[in-house]
Nanobody, 122 residues
Framework: QVQLVESGGGLVHSGGSLRLSCAVSGRTYAMGWFRRAPGKEREFVARIRWSGGSTYYADSVKGRFTISRDNAKNTVYLQMNSLKPEDTAVYYC??????????????????WGQGTQVTVSS
């Protein structure tokens, strides 16, 4: 059973930065970050493969957010810079087991963290 434990959320002013962490127990193929803003659907943010480290980003965060992984620590990070009020959401890390999984498809992720709140004030 894969378990995911997130940390690092909080309150930050517009233009500020935060780094989220997701500690992973168990082996997976890739890790993703999603977010759900109040009153909106859960949306894809970023994804990284454990092997090779290839990444994929939503257009809304490209150039501002960076996903990375530390294979030795089994931990995935989401560095968020130039934060905007519209980035306010609960952020979830998720694990995909299959190489056939698509980066943005929620159903392709088998395991989810509990979520961590990120609030960006204007």
């Amino acid at each position: 059973q894969v378990q995911l434990v997130e940390s690092g959320g909080g309150l930050v002013h517009s233009g500020g930065s935060l780094r989220l962490s997701c500690a992973v127990s168990g082996r997976t193929y890739a890790m993703g970050w999603f977010r759900r803003a109040p009153g909106k659907e859960r949306e894809f943010v970023a994804r990284i493969r454990w092997s090779g480290g290839s990444t994929y980003y939503a257009d809304s965060v490209k150039g501002r957010f960076t996903i990375s992984r530390d294979n030795a620590k089994n931990t995935v990070y989401l560095q968020m810079n130039s934060l905007k009020p519209e980035d306010t959401a609960v952020y979830y890390c998720a694990a995909a087991r299959s190489p056939l999984s698509l980066p943005t498809r929620t159903d392709d992720y088998s395991y989810w963290g509990q979520g961590t709140q990120v609030t960006v004030s204007s």
